[in-house]
């Protein structure tokens, strides 16, 4: 397998984007709703399943197609081509705030296992799969659930993580617990497990879950300090406590603050 050699630059701090440079004839995948902007030139493509060499004839398409509805994902992604001379750009966005991790397949073994939403983009020729836990603790009590996305080839690949993230250089045999949503990615190299926290009053009253993931080097980790289901959940959470009544965001004015703004709630 051999993707394409893509050049890019990573704008920004807290609300990052990528942009691709793309040589002739050169392409690169991504999830759908990830564009941000692109030079013209380039064209647009909807493909079936990932689009790498794996997925070559219908039946192919099929499986991987398959796959991506297994971790949750479009049946389509997105491809887009510079099909004329000289150097163009295309640009994907982070869907929330947080960290655009770039994961050159190359220095991974060619494969990085990443949570299925943290894939944004990649090199025309790297294949999107899955990657199930070989352990049943994981697939029962992992949160993530017992399916993962893997991204195998030679090329680029781009993953979002939420908040800040954190790489973790994990030595043979060296043991890291993580809260089970807070995982991006890790190495291939790197085993996965799920660990019950223990003790009645942390499992009734600690507020963190039941189980946890226990990463067991040697391999490369990264953290995530704000996963989106627990920021929806802050957001979710704060929305159904305050119902149609807003605090005024901090107003003297309060209600009548919101009459005049017209933040009428009616």
Do not use: W
Request: hydrophobic share 40%; aromatic share 10%; net charge negative.
């Amino acid at each position: 397998m051999t993707a394409h050699e893509i050049d890019y630059r990573i704008y920004g701090e807290e609300m990052q984007y990528v942009e691709i440079e793309l040589d002739p004839q050169e392409g690169v995948v991504a999830e759908a709703g990830s564009f941000m902007m692109m030079d013209e030139g380039i064209t647009m493509e909807t493909i079936f399943g990932d689009g790498s060499q794996k997925d070559s004839g219908f039946l192919g398409k099929i499986l991987g197609a398959g796959k991506r509805i297994l971790t949750g994902e479009s049946l389509f992604m997105t491809a887009f081509y510079n099909n004329l001379t000289g150097k163009r750009n295309v640009s994907f966005a982070s869907p929330y705030p947080g960290k655009i991790i770039p994961i050159d397949l190359t220095q991974f073994g060619g494969k990085f296992i990443c949570q299925k939403d943290a894939f944004l983009c990649a090199a025309k020729g790297v294949s999107v799969g899955i990657e199930f836990s070989k352990k049943l603790g994981s697939g029962l009590f992992g949160g993530e659930g017992f399916i993962m996305q893997k991204l195998e080839g030679d090329g680029m690949a781009f993953v979002h993580a939420g908040g800040t993230m954190a790489k973790k250089e994990l030595s043979a045999g060296e043991i890291l617990k993580v809260d089970t949503g807070c995982i991006v990615g890790f190495d291939h190299t790197v085993d996965y497990d799920i660990e019950f926290v223990g003790g009645i009053k942390n499992t009734i009253f600690g507020g963190e879950g039941l189980f946890f993931a226990k990463l067991k080097g040697p391999g490369t980790v990264y953290i995530q300090s704000l996963p989106f289901s627990r920021l929806a959940g802050r957001v979710l959470s704060t929305a159904t406590k305050s119902g149609r009544h807003s605090k005024g965001e901090g107003s003297i004015l309060g209600g009548l603050g919101d009459l005049l703004d017209g933040d009428n709630k009616f």
